[in-house]
Structure formats: C-alpha cells, structure tokens
C-alpha cells in the first residue's frame, strides 16, 4: 500500500521542479529576447515586417518630405526603435497613425484613400482644408465656411481615421504574434543548451555518459511551453498534495 505522506511529499517535490523547468523557459524566452538588440532588430524582424508593409502602403512617395522627418525611411526608423524597446503596443499604434496623419496631403490623399477605403476626391478635399487650417468640425453658424469641413468631409475624415487606425492595429497584432511564435520556437533549443550546460556544471563530464543527460534534454524541451502557466501547474500540485495530507489524517 502507497503511504499517503510519500505520495504527497513526492507530489510537493514535483511542484517545486515544474516551477523550476517554468524559471529555465523564463530565462531562455528572456535570453532570445535580448536578441532584438542585434543590429537590424534580430528575430524581431519577423514580425517587425506586418508593419513595415502596412507603413509602405500607407506611406505614398512624397518629395517634398524624402529629406525630413517624415520621410517613409525616418517613419520606419522611429516605429522600429519603439518596437525594438517594447513600447506599449497602443502607444506604438497611435504613435503610427499621429506620423501617417501628419502626412495627409493633396499629393498622398488618392494612396491614403485607396488603401483606407474611402473616397479619395472628399479625402483630397479635406487634405487641402487641413492645410489652410480648417476648422475640426462643420460650423453650423456657417455652413459654406470655406476653412470648416462640410458634414461629408467630416464623416469621411471620421471613417479615415478609424480605418488607419483598425489597420495599423492589425499589423500590430500579427507582428506581436508572429515575433511570440518566432521567440518561443527560438527559445526552446536555448533552453536545451542550458539545461546541458547546468548538468555539466553540477556532475561534471560524466554527465555526458549518463542517464541524466537526456532528462536534462527533455526539461529543456518541454521548458518553454510550460513557461507561462508553470505557476498555475504547482499551485494545483500543491492543492493535490494537501489533499493527500488531509486523506493520511
């Protein structure tokens, strides 16, 4: 017959290992992420590249800016540099849109249009009245202010800016997942090599020529994917236990 008080010190013991394995997936996860650092963004590329294209589209060819801070080059320069520091996602978002906004002109309002989905003739109509300082609304004092958007400008600026702002979100969120993927995938032979590397410290070279070693392999397989509900796996292993103390009694 199991004695209840081993099987419950036995099932303490696992917590405090699959916590452990969860701390070495932590440190591999953390160790790939210092990665981005790299030059040129290391395997936050990967998902860096949802953006870069939703920038492109929604950045049109303008001269007149090429040499400024609103250039496509210097625009990417900055949000990559966000992306890279882990700024807050919203930030980075809206960060984004204020950047395209600023580049909402006659010359760039059809390729803001076509790729929004709106109307390019009132987008381009709006462009102008920004640029000679329009009001933010239609003046209902006024109706035929030449400086105040009309009802449809307004609406179409409305729908324009939600628009860029759903589609910026959704570049976003494809690149936080495809760098998540990528970052995890990664992570998991880091964790492997640290697990080597860990055994090797603590029994030495014959840790190669045993048993242990394909442990060692295992732990760090299985490391990353645990990672992050590691907690939750030992705190349900500690209710387990105590319920096994409580049944001894």
């Known amino acids: 017959m199991v004695d209840m008080g081993s099987l419950g010190s036995i099932i303490n013991n696992l917590g405090t290992e699959i916590v452990a394995i969860g701390a070495l997936g932590t440190a591999a996860f953390g160790l790939v992420d210092s990665f981005k650092a790299l030059p040129g963004g290391g395997i936050s590329k990967s998902g860096f590249k949802f953006v870069r294209a939703a920038i492109v589209k929604l950045t049109p060819p ?25 700024v807050e996602k919203s930030n980075q978002v809206s960060i984004a849109k204020s950047l395209i906004k ?53 609406d179409v600026y409305g729908r ?26 990664a992570a998991v032979p880091v964790a492997v090599v640290l697990a080597l590397v860990a055994g090797r410290s ?43 103390q409580f049944g001894k009694k």
């Open 160 to 185: 324009f800016d939600l628009l860029l702002n759903t589609l910026l979100d959704q570049a976003y969120q494809r690149a936080d997942q495809r760098y998540k993927n990528a970052a995890r995938a």
């Open 202 to 244: 603590i029994l030495g070279d014959d840790f190669f020529y045993s048993k242990k070693v394909v442990l060692a392999i295992l732990m760090g397989l299985i490391a990353t994917p645990i990672a992050p509900v590691a907690k939750d796996i030992a705190s349900a292993i500690s209710t387990a236990a105590q319920a096994f």
């Open 102 to 154: 600023l580049r909402l002109t006659p010359d760039t309002a059809t390729a803001l249009a076509k790729a929004t989905g709106v109307d390019s003739g009132v987008l381009t109509a709006v462009a102008t009245k920004i640029q000679t300082g329009a009001t933010a609304a239609p003046n209902p004092q006024n109706p035929n202010d030449p400086n105040a958007f009309t009802i449809k400008e307004f």
């Open 62 to 86: 303008v001269p007149a800016l090429d040499k400024t801070e609103l250039s496509q080059d210097s625009i990417l320069y900055t949000l990559q540099s966000q992306w890279i520091n882990g």
